[in-house]
């Protein structure tokens, strides 16, 4: 069978399984079966649900915490970790206009994995877990929010999405590949993001993540197909060449393990000792100097020798010979009375002043005159380690040195004298004795500073500045040490300090001290909490074809109705240029006018000769010259016709008028129940007011809150970074500075081992496992994991 053949048969094979088989328990989270939120969980009720074959459940209220408890949690999530094709699928009646998640998976601030639907939006929003541990969010327009039933599912495969809403495909989109390193504690909330925020209203059923990316078909089994798609095949064939990577690296790592394998059958390992260049092995044992030692598991343990007592024949003495540590028999010489052996001197000075050295040589005494400054010690002396020869007049003598003591009379060989042990220091209180080779050390307790070499006083470390308290924080002086507490306006474990800002910095400002907020560029205020806007204070100067647009913390210059951008996106609007509405269709004349493109809009001329109407056309329907009217699709839009020409314009909101339309003027509405709690929980806001909180921009309506990714500019580079503090990226021209790429599969780069590397691609570096290389555009960027050390 041919590779094509095979991967088709595959694809097809594993595709009927999923929707003719069932799907492989250990492949499923069925939420709701694992999972009952019912009575035990305010605000949850079980109701019937959009068909009878399991159990559908009622959201509702703002008072309510559905989180699954953790124990259940973990068995689910172990099936998710680590895989990067899944499928979210549920079934819902969500109502109208209620923006709310429907299932978030997120440890602290990250969110691995987050479904979202907003009503005031129309908008269904994907978040997950990216490369870098950045939040990836994926927008889909559309409306769930109408009190209809759905089925939605989102299918993951790699860097490959899709919508499915009631079994159709509505979006298939490419995206960073999703990272689900889900630690232990992570958090699984159903109907909310956490128990303020994110509430869903209205009625799910079947909520279930399949470790698949084909799980839609669960819900739509008349989705199935025969054969793979171009994407399924070109995975599969991508999983193929990496297994047989694998495979090849595999068996050559496997040739040379059993190539040392074998030639360890025939090692027998041992710990060795090193004395003075020598190696030893395991129970070697050795003479050194007067001492015999035996090497023992890599440990050197010496005894000092015991002589023997030593009897003599006559016309010979015990005498210490050069390499020997006990006294040997040796030949002797009579000189007035003394016995000396072979080399021994002895000077001796006459009353006339002349000065003879006798010398025992071969048995016989002979003398000669005492050379003057000759050096004994020079010609040779069995003066060992840790032994200092001494010229004398009549030849060399040992002395051991300062701190040894001999071990035979000759004082040729010595051993180190333990001070420590023996308690012959001068170490005093707060001190520790530390035996050295021929001395001792009188070490400082710690937290104790030296005197002299002999004793130590208290440290006052908060004195000396020599502590590890925060700049921000007070220094107290202890015994032996000292303790750290941070200063009134600080919180901290006194080593580290933050300040404290009452109501805490919004909008991505930090707090630098006490109640002062440091704000993100774009933003002011003590907690700025107030955007600048750039456009009105006159920061901005845009293109006259274009005008400025005020953000949350920055701006831009958008084209001005009947402009439109040629591509290149310069940032004061100067890309701007007119739009032909005529050429383009997009003008509203009617049939007995004649349409004349102008710069930035048009004008409807009737011929001359001609009575025209200055009627318009407007959604393929006639409205007539000077009629007003309210858009379909929008109740809070105002349109008119005038001469040709429609005019629409956002409803004005009068706050006086009783009868005013709450929906499409929010900020009239004056109902303590339409107002919205802030994220950290002590801020409150009004129905209509918009903030920013965590590169979100965030919006009351009604008593709901929405949140939704802040729109930034377009950055047209290949490599961007956001910086610390800010949400929107800038072009930065070091590749290993970024943190997006704009792939260019042309550019490649050529690792250690001489393999190419496509962008995009990453790899451990040869040799090591903490230190990974990625491909940036031909560029190879490597870093260490911290974590991996």
């Known amino acids: 069978m041919g590779l094509l053949q095979f991967l088709v048969a595959f694809g097809a094979l594993f595709v009927s399984s999923v929707a003719g088989l069932g799907v492989d328990p250990s492949l499923l989270i069925n939420v709701f079966k694992d999972f009952s939120p019912g009575a035990d969980f305010k605000g949850v009720s079980q109701v019937q649900g959009f068909h009878d074959e399991s159990r559908a459940y009622l959201f509702q209220g703002s008072s309510r ?3 699954v408890p953790e124990e259940t949690a973990q068995r689910m999530l172990q099936k998710l970790r680590g895989k990067s094709e899944f499928t979210v699928a549920v079934t819902l009646k969500q109502e109208l206009l209620n923006s709310g998640v429907i299932l978030s998976i997120h440890h602290a601030e990250q969110r691995f994995l987050e479904l979202e639907s907003s009503g005031q939006k129309s908008e269904v929003r994907l978040h997950f877990q990216a490369k870098g541990q950045q939040t990836h969010t994926e927008i889909f327009p559309y409306t769930l929010a109408d009190n209809q039933w759905h089925k939605l599912s989102v299918a993951i495969s790699a860097s490959h999405v899709t919508l499915y809403v009631d079994c159709n495909r509505i979006y298939e989109r490419v995206v960073s590949v999703p990272v689900m390193d889900i630690p232990e504690d992570t958090s699984l909330w159903i109907g909310q993001r956490n128990s303020a925020h994110g509430l869903f209203k209205g009625v799910m059923q079947d909520v279930q993540i399949l ?8 819900q739509c089994p008349d989705l199935n197909r025969t054969c793979p798609t171009c994407n399924d095949f070109h995975g599969l064939v991508q999983k193929i060449m990496e297994l047989q990577d694998i495979l090849a690296k595999t068996s050559s790592k496997l040739s040379l393990a059993e190539e040392r394998m074998n030639g360890l059958d025939n090692c027998y390992c041992e710990r060795t000792c090193s004395v003075k260049g020598v190696t030893y092995r395991e129970d070697q044992a050795w003479t050194d100097g007067c001492k015999n030692c035996t090497c023992s598991n890599g440990t050197v343990q010496c005894e000092t020798i015991v002589c023997p007592p030593l009897e003599c024949p006559d016309g010979s003495v015990p005498a210490y010979v050069a390499g020997e ?5 040796q030949p002797m010489c009579l000189f007035t009375g003394q016995e000396l052996v072979e080399g021994d001197r002895r000077a001796v000075h006459h009353p006339s002043g002349l000065c003879l050295l006798y010398e025992c040589k071969q048995l016989t005494v002979d003398f000669s005159v005492c050379p003057k400054g000759h ?13 200092d020869c001494l010229n004398l007049e009549a030849g060399a003598s040992c002395s051991c040195k300062e701190g040894f003591r001999p071990l035979r009379s000759d004082n040729a060989y010595c051993e180190d004298i333990d001070e420590c042990a023996e308690g012959k220091h001068y170490c005093r209180e707060n001190t520790m004795c530390v035996n050295t080779p021929g001395s001792f ?4 307790h710690t937290g104790y500073i030296r005197i002299d070499d002999y004793s130590c006083t208290e440290h006052d470390e908060c004195v000396s500045e020599q502590h590890n308290c925060d700049e921000n924080a007070l220094c107290f002086n202890t015994v032996g040490g000292h303790s750290c507490s941070c200063k009134p306006g600080y919180t901290g474990n006194g080593t580290i300090c933050r300040a404290l800002c009452d109501g805490l910095c919004l909008n991505g400002g930090s707090c630098v001290s006490p109640n002062t907020c440091m704000c993100t560029q774009g933003f002011t205020g003590k907690r700025c909490e107030t ?14 074809r274009a005008t400025c647009v005020n953000l949350p913390g920055w701006y831009h210059c958008e084209c001005r109705d009947g402009y439109h951008d040629n591509g290149m996106f310069s940032a004061n609007g100067e890309s701007c240029e007119d739009i032909d509405e005529c050429k383009a269709g997009r003008s509203t004349c009617a049939n007995d006018t004649v349409c004349f493109n102008l710069d930035g809009g048009y004008d409807c001329r009737c011929p001359h000769g001609h009575n025209c109407t200055g009627d318009c056309i407007h959604d393929n329907k006639v409205k007539h010259n000077g009629q007003i009217w309210v858009l379909d699709n929008d109740r809070c839009s105002v349109c008119s016709c005038q001469m040709g020409q429609v005019m629409c314009r956002r409803m004005v909101c009068d706050c006086e008028n009783p009868t005013v339309d709450l929906f499409c003027c929010p900020e009239c509405d004056p109902r303590l129940s339409s107002q919205c709690l802030h994220q950290n929980g ?14 979100q921009q965030c919006q009351c309506l009604q008593g709901e809150v929405d949140c939704w990714p802040l729109s930034c500019p377009p950055a047209d580079c290949d490599f961007t970074l956001v910086p610390e503090g800010e949400c929107c990226a800038h072009c930065v021209s070091d590749p290993c500075q970024a943190h997006s790429v704009r792939n260019d599969i042309t550019k490649t ?11 995009g691609s990453s790899w451990l570096k040869h040799g090591t496992e903490c230190t990974l290389c990625q491909c940036k555009n031909g560029h190879i960027c490597c870093s260490v994991d911290p974590m991996c050390l």
């Not at 750039?534 to 006259?544: Q, T």
Request: aromatic share 8%.
């Open 375 to 387: 050096d004994f010690c020079a010609e040779g002396n069995t003066c060992m380690e840790h032994s």
């Open 211 to 218: 470790v698949m990316p084909q799980g839609y078909i669960t």
């Open 325 to 329: 540590c006990c006294k040997n028999c």
């Open 531 to 544: 955007d600048i806007d750039e456009c009105s204070e006159g920061f901005v100067e845009c293109d006259s």
């Open 65 to 67: 915490s559905v989180r």
């Open 682 to 695: 002590l801020l409150t806001y009004a129905s209509g007011d918009t903030w920013t909180e965590n590169c």
């Open 441 to 444: 050390m009188c070490i400082c």
């Open 749 to 759: 780069c050529e690792d250690e081992h001489g393999i190419t590397r496509f962008s």
